[in-house]
């Protein structure tokens, strides 16, 4: 439909090309919010629970790990979200590489992560990366406790990198950590962090941060 000024008045005219133009339009934004909906329910259903503070996502084996720094990778941070170790677990991957990157604060985990005083333990690994940590990269909304990271042997290859033993880069100085422990060896090729235990840590030093400090 349209409208014809004619005679001083305006007259609703039928314009065909009009109304399917209006049709695609809301079709398309139909179809986009459906397929973004799908896209988080999907990531959404790769773990029990329903993100909430009182009913976390649960996470219980190192394929569940895998999903969600696959999922953090891809831009999911998970803002707002609350996440829950249920047992302990091994990674064997020797690819795995943490939880997000650092190419910028949208790949970077940004929920609560509480490892409820279970210990993930990260057998022989070899990575080549400005930053690496368990959680590559935070964010000022991240919240991590409760965590325990034991890495039987990592090393670090690349030039001038951070490693941390919980998190490599944090964007911004307000992630906080409470009752975070790792252990291990961990090795750079030209920063090492050395492994430690802090029980409370809210300074938020922004490289190779947590539990992790140059030598």
Known sequence: FGFSNKGGGFVMIKSKNLT??????????????????????????????????????LISSASDLTTLAANVKSGTTYSGNYFKLTNNITISDSSWTG???????????AGTFDGANYK???SSLTVNLEYFGFFTASTDTTVIKNLKVHYNSLTNTYGYG?????????????????????????????????????????????????IAFEV
């Open 20 to 57: 399917i133009s209006i049709i695609i339009a809301i079709s398309m934004l139909i179809l986009t919010a459906v397929v973004c909906g799908v896209v988080f329910s999907n990531k959404a259903k790769a773990f029990s629970g329903s993100g909430t503070e009182a009913s976390p996502y």
């Open 162 to 210: 951070y490693t941390g033993g919980i998190v490599g880069y944090a964007y911004v100085r307000d992630t906080i950590f409470e009752n975070c422990h790792t252990s291990g060896t961990i090795n750079s090729s030209s920063l090492l962090m050395k492994p430690t235990t802090v029980p409370f840590l809210s300074d938020k030093s922004l490289r190779g941060i947590l």
């Open 120 to 122: 993930v333990t990260i």
């Open 99 to 109: 939880i997000g990157d650092n190419s910028s604060s949208n790949n970077a985990f």
